[in-house]
């Protein structure tokens, strides 16, 4: 009677808090990695270093926590992962060379990484619409932006990780709380196949992975370098955390939106128009712009294309796999995002060493137009989502 009667926490304070916590501790250990890296002597290809060694973890860390997602439960894993996180943010903030940085970097973001789908994962299936509950995640990003920039100024760069580990800490109080609020783990059959030859033989799934890593690879090697491409225009930290704050605050409406045009817009839409917003964001740095105009574009297009692209490959997997391999596809999908960057990124960062911000931005936007070019010429599946973002 009383197991009947009890009261199932509001999965607000659990989901929400899931989400608000884990971009929080994501932006304060990476908004500002380029600005403490270049503070600290280091040149631009020792930064595009420290994320290309990052990305090259993400790419082996990845599809091997999709599969142990799919066999032994995404939140499962995720405790596992939580230890492996904050020794990273602990030996980033005790670094005292390049090399212990580029672990302590490695190890956190690679780690990050490698959780997201699965907590995506766990959204859509949460008990409430997805966009209800993900808008946390858009706010602690938010926070963690502007949290970083005020913490760099005023108290000292390395307490933005020591900021981040006690993010992570609530973040998992708040995982392991949603188990309770209406929502299972998640995950594949224990003696079923992770799907890894299933998905090599999908071929339409292939093509468009190599979309989406056009996609990632110009979205964060636009993202790398607009932090201190905007102190060169002479912005203090403190204002580049506020600008990048409002870019993040003006994907909000995407999400707490998604319900009402994600499951009816077409994928092949959607795709497009990702791609579009992510050619006119580098398009203004490329063309050298005034300040305003570059400043206005990235707060409307920077976060709104990139979380538009996070939901939008969820619903093109849900459309291209089985159900019984999509935690498998998601994490490859963010392998083949890492290995983006990995090309993509160093590539940028040469150009910027040689040239300067608008040649590496050119670069930038020819890879967003190739992308654009091949998502509009894609055939997608019509399906709608099968009601993932509403409820």
Do not use: W
Not at 213 to 231: E, I, N, R, V, W
Not at 288 to 311: E, G, H
Not at 361 to 389: D, H
């Amino acid at each position: 009677m009383n197991q009947k009667n009890r009261t199932v926490p509001n999965p607000y304070i659990f989901y929400g808090g899931m989400f608000a916590f884990f971009f929080l501790a994501y932006s304060l250990t990476y908004t500002l990695i380029s600005v403490y890296l270049l503070g600290r002597g280091y040149s631009p290809s020792q930064v595009s270093l420290a994320v290309t060694t990052s990305s090259i973890l993400m790419v082996i860390v990845n599809p091997f926590v999709g599969v142990l997602q799919a066999r032994l439960g995404i939140r499962k894993v995720n405790y596992g992962i939580f230890f492996v996180t904050v020794s990273g943010m602990l030996i980033l903030f005790l670094a005292s060379n390049y090399l212990l940085i580029l672990l302590g970097y490695g190890m956190a973001m690679a780690t990050l990484c490698a959780a997201q789908p699965g907590l995506e994962n766990i959204g859509t299936k949460a008990p409430v619409a997805y966009g209800r509950i993900r808008v946390f995640g858009t706010l602690g990003a938010s926070v963690g932006m502007q949290l970083s920039g005020v913490l760099y100024d005023n108290v000292s760069p390395r307490s933005m990780f020591i900021a981040a580990v006690a993010a992570m800490v609530v973040y998992i109080a708040c995982l392991a709380g949603t188990a309770g609020a209406g929502g299972g783990d998640v995950r594949a059959r224990p003696r079923e196949s992770s799907g890894v030859r299933e998905l090599a033989r999908n071929r339409k799934y292939l093509l468009y992975l190599v979309i989406l890593t056009l996609f990632y690879g110009a979205a964060d090697l636009a993202t790398t370098y607009c932090s201190p491409m905007l102190q060169l225009e002479g912005m203090t930290v403190t204002r580049v955390s506020t600008v990048l704050l409002l870019a993040c605050l003006a994907e909000s409406p995407v999400i707490f939106l998604s319900q009402k045009f994600m499951d009816k817009v077409s994928s092949k839409t959607l795709l497009t128009a990702v791609f579009a917003g992510l050619l006119i964001n580098v398009s203004a740095c490329a063309l050298n712009m005034p300040l305003p105009v570059k400043l206005v574009v990235i707060c409307l297009t920077k976060n709104t294309s990139y979380m538009l692209m996070i939901m939008t490959n969820m619903k093109i997997v849900a459309s291209l796999v089985g159900q019984e391999h999509q935690i498998t596809a998601l994490s490859v999908c963010q392998m083949m995002k890492c290995l983006g960057g990995v090309v993509i990124i160093n590539a940028g960062g040469a150009i910027l060493e040689g040239r300067d911000y608008s040649a590496m931005y050119v670069f930038c936007a020819a890879v967003a137009l190739v992308g654009l070019i091949l998502a509009a010429s894609f055939k997608l599946p019509e399906s709608s989502g099968s009601g993932m973002f509403g409820r």
